[in-house]
C-alpha cells in the first residue's frame, strides 16, 4: 500500500486548497454506488457508500476527484465571522451588529439592528444561539398553518444542524428544519416548510406530492427554489 493511503487509513483526509479537510464516510444500507461531495461549509468531504465497499476504495476515489473537489472548494463563499459593527442576515436584510459594553449578553433586535453585550470573544456563539431560537418560533409558526391548510394535524417541529439538507421528516410524525433557513428570505423558508409538510402526507416526490405542495403554498416554488441553489451556501458563511 502505498503512503499515502496507509495514512489515510487510519485517519481520512485530503488536501484541497491549501487546506487539509476530512473524509467522512457513511455507510448507507441502500446505496447501491459511492456519491462524493464537498460539505455545504466546505469543513469535510463526505462520501456515501454501500455496505459492501471497501474504506480504502472511497478513500481513493476521493483522491481520484481532487480536481473536482478543489474546484467546488473554490466557489464556496469566504467565511466570515460576524463582528461588532458588521452584518448578520435575517429574513432576507442585513442586521448591523450593534456591541455595547452595557447591554445584555442576550441578543435584541431593534431597529434593523442587533443590540448585543458581553465578552467578545463567544459574540458568534450568542448569536448563533438567537437565530436558532428565531428560527424555531419562525418554523412552528410555518408548520401549523401549512398543517391546518393541508387539513392535517400540526406536528413537532425540531432545529436541524444539517451540512446539505434543508429539511426532513423521516418518520411522519415530526419536521426538521435547518436553523440557517432563518437567514433567507421568508418566501424561501416557507418553502422549505410547506414541502416538509407535504411530505407528511405523500412521502416522496410524485405528481401527487407536487400538487399538494401547490395547493398549500402560497408563493412560487420554483423561485424559492431558485433562490436556495443560487444562494444557499452562503447561509453558511457566517457562523461555524
Not at 467565511?79 to 450593534?98: D, F, K
Not at 442576550?106 to 444561539?129: F, K, N, T
Amino acid at each position: 500500500m502505498i503512503d499515502w493511503l496507509r495514512k489515510e487509513m487510519l485517519e481520512p483526509e485530503i488536501e484541497l486548497g491549501g487546506r487539509t479537510v476530512p473524509i467522512v464516510l457513511k455507510r448507507h444500507a441502500r446505496a447501491r454506488r459511492l456519491t462524493l461531495r464537498l460539505a455545504a461549509d466546505g469543513q469535510a468531504v463526505q462520501i456515501t457508500l454501500p455496505q459492501w465497499a471497501r474504506s480504502r476504495e472511497a478513500i481513493a476515489f476521493a483522491h481520484a476527484r481532487r480536481e473536482w473537489l478543489a474546484a467546488q472548494m473554490a466557489k464556496l463563499p469566504v467565511r466570515a465571522a460576524p463582528l461588532p459593527g458588521g452584518t448578520i442576515a435575517y429574513r432576507g436584510e442585513q442586521l448591523r451588529i450593534e456591541w455595547r459594553e452595557t447591554a445584555a449578553r442576550r441578543p435584541v433586535l431593534s431597529d434593523r439592528q442587533i443590540v448585543i453585550g458581553g465578552p467578545h470573544e463567544a459574540l458568534e456563539q450568542r448569536l448563533a444561539r438567537w437565530l436558532e431560537r428565531e428560527a424555531l418560533a419562525l418554523f412552528e409558526e410555518d408548520a401549523v398553518h401549512y398543517c391546518r391548510t393541508a387539513q392535517l394535524e400540526p406536528v413537532p417541529v425540531a432545529i436541524s444542524r444539517a451540512q446539505r439538507r434543508w429539511g426532513s421528516c423521516s418518520d411522519r410524525k415530526r419536521i426538521r428544519l435547518n436553523w440557517r433557513l432563518v437567514q433567507a428570505p421568508d418566501f424561501v423558508r416557507r418553502s422549505v416548510v410547506a414541502h416538509e409538510v407535504a411530505h407528511l402526507v405523500h412521502f416522496d416526490h410524485s405528481p401527487a406530492f407536487h400538487a399538494l405542495l401547490g395547493d398549500i403554498y402560497e408563493g412560487d416554488i420554483g423561485a424559492a427554489d431558485r433562490w436556495l441553489k443560487q444562494h444557499g451556501r452562503s447561509l453558511y458563511t457566517s457562523f461555524g
